[in-house]
């Protein structure tokens, strides 16, 4: 990633509010300002006489930016708490969508969206073949060849297609190292994280109807792969790099005291209730423990806690 990359989880700020005086009868001579505890006060001092409340009016800046391309989001809502911040940002600017899932309801004024494609990096990797084939650099092939070997499993998953070979050669004639990219996705993770994932992909399950993708591991599992308690967030990352679809992602986990605890992913929707869930231990991941010891009991009631709370 190149180091001036800035990423931001937020847009608070971005759009300036402006106060219009019209001064055409009566001209403003100077203005000073004041913050207090509380409050933040303009004073507006006109050539003459009183100032005319009718004179005032408010309306919002333009948005900061040119453009907004969106990459695996289906719709608007997607973008999370940058959406709810600030949702005239995705009616006010033009946006270019880009996507591979079929459920993508095309929100944007240009649509790439190809169901087809192995990921989101194939069809950014083509269209920068068809535009400028001299504008992929290295660094910029290393990453798109990591988003495709990361999708297709190292091209061993079906989604794997003949254009997604083809484009990984071409990023490794502009200098893109494959085997680099393959030893830090999966041969640097140690042996012991490896086999808690696959305990967890073995148990995973996908809620639809409410878009949550969970799994759940006993205390018993989690020992007989030597794994840490910190490598779950790992593993929780790994699921929501998998299955881009979901909304919100859950680990479930019998701890040490036999109680099940919730490692919760909602950075998607945004935040939860404070009050429920707690501070974020980092942006939109929640842990909490829950009132059971009963397996078949610990995600309905995560799942209750979530739908009250959102």
Request: proline share 3%; with cysteine; glycine share 4%.
């Amino acid at each position: 990633m190149p180091k001036n990359t800035n990423i931001t989880h937020s847009l608070t700020g971005s759009r300036d509010l402006i106060l219009s005086f019209k001064t055409k009868y009566n001209n403003i001579l100077k203005t000073r300002t004041e913050r207090l505890e509380d409050e933040f006060r303009i004073y507006i001092t006109p050539e003459q006489g009183m100032v005319d409340s009718r004179d005032f009016s408010f309306m919002p800046a333009k948005f900061p930016y040119n453009l907004i391309i969106t990459l695996g989001m289906t719709e608007r809502e997607s973008a999370g708490k940058i959406h709810d911040e600030v949702p005239d940002l995705f009616y006010e600017m033009p946006v270019i969508n880009i996507d591979n899932k079929n459920e993508n309801n095309q929100f944007g004024q240009l649509n790439i969206v190809k169901i087809t494609a192995s990921s989101i990096s194939e069809i950014v990797g083509e269209l920068f073949q068809s535009v400028d084939k001299e504008s992929i650099s290295k660094d910029c092939a290393d990453c798109l060849l990591t988003g495709i070997i990361s999708a297709t499993h190292s091209f061993q998953k079906q989604n794997t297609t003949p254009n997604s070979m083809n484009l990984a050669s071409y990023l490794i004639e502009k200098g893109a190292d494959q085997q680099n990219i393959v030893q830090h996705l999966y041969k640097t993770q140690p042996l012991s994280l490896i086999k808690l994932w696959g305990k967890a992909m073995a148990n995973l399950n996908n809620d639809e109807k409410n878009d949550l993708i969970w799994t759940i591991l006993s205390k018993k599992e989690i020992e007989i792969t030597d794994a840490q308690t910190n490598d779950l967030y790992t593993v929780l990352k790994k699921i929501k790099q998998n299955y881009s679809d979901g909304k919100i992602y859950i680990i479930l986990y019998e701890d040490e005291k036999n109680n099940y605890t919730a490692i919760i992913d909602a950075e998607k929707i945004g935040e939860l209730s404070e009050k429920e869930f707690g501070e974020p231990i980092s942006e939109g991941i929640y842990k909490i423990t829950l009132e059971t010891k009963a397996r078949k009991n610990a995600y309905n009631l995560v799942q209750q806690k979530i739908k009250e709370n959102i």
